[in-house]
């Protein structure tokens, strides 16, 4: 686990992603990114529109499932994929600013991102967690 990253795992009937991270905002980072290659989007490079949403504090589990529910939600209703985040982490919620770009296709749809053994490991070079989606 050198760097921060992602790499598609087997799955026998979903689809599932392995993630790694230094630390919850490179983490939430890389599993965006992860699912967005997972379903194979184009987008319009100069399409570019800021948006800010919130998500509650709780487990990291929950945080992870709400975060990447909320992208596949945009993607899925708005036609919007992101790129670029920024995130204020405090007490209460997580504000999260964010780069999107309209969507033009997408190559594999994802039903639901869930909790089927999800279990966020903290390691000596940060966070590493499986993720299945359901699709």
Request: charged letters at 25%; one cysteine or more.
């Amino acid at each position: 686990m050198a760097s921060p990253g992602y790499e598609e795992v087997d799955h026998t009937a979903d689809i599932a992603l392995r993630v790694w991270g230094k630390d919850l905002q490179t983490f939430l980072e890389q599993a965006a990114e992860g699912m967005y290659d997972l379903v194979g989007i184009e987008f319009a490079p100069d399409s570019s529109i800021d948006i800010t949403f919130d998500l509650q504090q709780g487990p990291s589990e929950t945080i992870l499932v709400d975060f990447l529910s909320e992208l596949l939600y945009l993607l899925e209703e708005r036609a919007q994929v992101f790129h670029t985040f920024s995130f204020d982490i405090g007490t209460d919620q997580i504000s999260i600013r964010a780069i999107c770009s309209k969507v033009l296709s997408i190559d594999r749809h994802i039903k639901a991102v869930t909790f089927h053994n999800l279990n966020i490991e903290k390691t000596a070079k940060g966070l590493e967690a499986t993720i299945t989606f359901d699709v």
